[in-house]
C-alpha cells in the first residue's frame, strides 16, 4: 500500500486519516480540468496536484517522494511518453507532519510543460494573499481517489465534486481545535460530498482559482458527513510560491 494511503494519527487526537476519492462526484467533463496532474512513483498513482506555470506542479507536501507527473489527460490509462514528466521536490521548509501544517510541496517539472489545445494541459490562477472565502461559497474538488472508503483502488478517470466552504470557527469547534493554521474547511460536514483517499495533492477550485490543496480528512472515513475535509490555504503561501518560481528553483 502506498504511504500517501496509511492511516495518519494524530498526536492529540487519535483516529484521523490522510485524504487522497472523489465522494458522490461524478466523471469530469473532458478538458474542463487541464490543469489537474497525477502525481505518480514507480508503482503508479499516489496524489493528485495542479499546474501552475509551465515548470511546476503544486501539490501536498505529505505526498512522499513522487518520481513524475502525468499531464494532460483525465484518463490514466490513456497515457504516453509525451505525458509523463520526471520531477524534483520543493517541500515547504516548515513541513514536518499534516498535524503541524504547512502541507504542501512544489514539483520542478524536468522539462517545460507543452501547454494549449493540442497538449490539452494548461495553468490554473493561484489566489492573491488577501483572498477571503465566504461561508458556503461553492467551489469544486478532483481527483484520481476511491470512490467509497475502503475501495483501495483510485480510479482511472477524473472526478470531481461540488464542495462548500465552511467557516473556520465552525471547522475548529468540530475538530476540538485539533487542526493546523493556514488551512481551508470545505466538504465532508453537513453534506455527502467530499474527497477521499487517493485526491490528496489535488485542488480545491473556486471562481477558477487554485485556493487550496487536499491534505486530510477525518480517520480515512469518507462515508459524509462526518467531520469537514482540510485544504492548505494557498493565498497563505504565495510568496513561497512566486520566490521558487522565480528562481526556478527550490
Request: aromatic share 8%; glycine share 10%; proline share 4%.
Amino acid at each position: 500500500m502506498h504511504a500517501l494511503l496509511k492511516i495518519f494519527i494524530f498526536s492529540a487526537l487519535a483516529g484521523f486519516a490522510l485524504s487522497v476519492k472523489i465522494i458522490n462526484g461524478n466523471k469530469t467533463k473532458e478538458n474542463s480540468m487541464q490543469y489537474m496532474a497525477s502525481v505518480q512513483s514507480n508503482k503508479g498513482h499516489i496524489c493528485g496536484g495542479f499546474l501552475i506555470s509551465e515548470d511546476f506542479v503544486l501539490t501536498a507536501a505529505h505526498c512522499g517522494s513522487p518520481t513524475h507527473v502525468i499531464l494532460g489527460t483525465h484518463n490514466l490509462n490513456n497515457v504516453d511518453k509525451t505525458n509523463k514528466y520526471p520531477v524534483k521536490m520543493c517541500k515547504h521548509p516548515d513541513y514536518k507532519g499534516v498535524e503541524s501544517g504547512n502541507d504542501i510541496m512544489l514539483l520542478k517539472l524536468s522539462r517545460k510543460a507543452k501547454l494549449g489545445r493540442k497538449a490539452h494541459t494548461k495553468t490554473i490562477k493561484l489566489p492573491s494573499q488577501k483572498m477571503k472565502l465566504k461561508e458556503n461559497k461553492k467551489c469544486r474538488v478532483a481527483g484520481w481517489g476511491w470512490t467509497k472508503s475502503g475501495a483501495q483502488e483510485t480510479e482511472v478517470d477524473l472526478r470531481d465534486v461540488e464542495v462548500p466552504v465552511i467557516n473556520l470557527e465552525k471547522c475548529k469547534k468540530e475538530w476540538k481545535n485539533n487542526i493546523p493554521e493556514n488551512v481551508i474547511c470545505a466538504g465532508g460536514y453537513g453534506t455527502k460530498n467530499g474527497m477521499c483517499q487517493g485526491d490528496s495533492g489535488g485542488p480545491l477550485v473556486c471562481d477558477k482559482q487554485a485556493v487550496g490543496v487536499v491534505s486530510f480528512n477525518s480517520g480515512n472515513d469518507c462515508n459524509y458527513p462526518n467531520y469537514p475535509n482540510i485544504y492548505t490555504d494557498v493565498s497563505k503561501f504565495i510568496p513561497w510560491i512566486k520566490g521558487i518560481l522565480k528562481k526556478k528553483k527550490c
